[in-house]
């Protein structure tokens, strides 16, 4: 299992503490240190069954200076998102918890459930 980690989340810590507490085999990726290429964010999100705008974080400052918000949310656009996504990372919800062919955006108790 990998997780996609920020040590200054709280959702992100409590995740690595759910890992750490159900002595799961992971490794841990700091993703605003080792962004995921794009490539990798296309096969996660497979896994997630999500797109990229549902893992963005659009509140975040660098959101607004893009235009995230007036940018269409649909196939035409979604390489862009994608794009947007690997370079900068700051806009990747977290965290991302990945096992296998699995992945879910572990920000509540059910997500973590699921993936454990």
Known sequence: ????HNPRCSKSRTAKKA?????????ERRYLDTPPTAAELTE????LGME???IA???????????????????????RWIGLLADNP?????PILIDGQTA???RDEDALRRIL
Do not use: C, F, H
Request: hydrophobic share 40%.
């Open 1 to 4: 299992m990998e997780i996609w």
């Open 19 to 27: 890992l750490d507490e159900s002595g799961a085999d992971y490794t």
């Open 44 to 47: 996660v999100l497979g896994k």
């Open 52 to 54: 990229p705008w549902d």
């Open 57 to 79: 974080r659009t509140t975040e400052p660098v959101a607004k200076e893009l235009g995230l918000a007036d940018l269409p949310r649909d196939a035409a656009n979604r390489t």
């Open 90 to 94: 700051v806009l990747i919800q977290r």
């Open 104 to 106: 879910v955006v572990g």
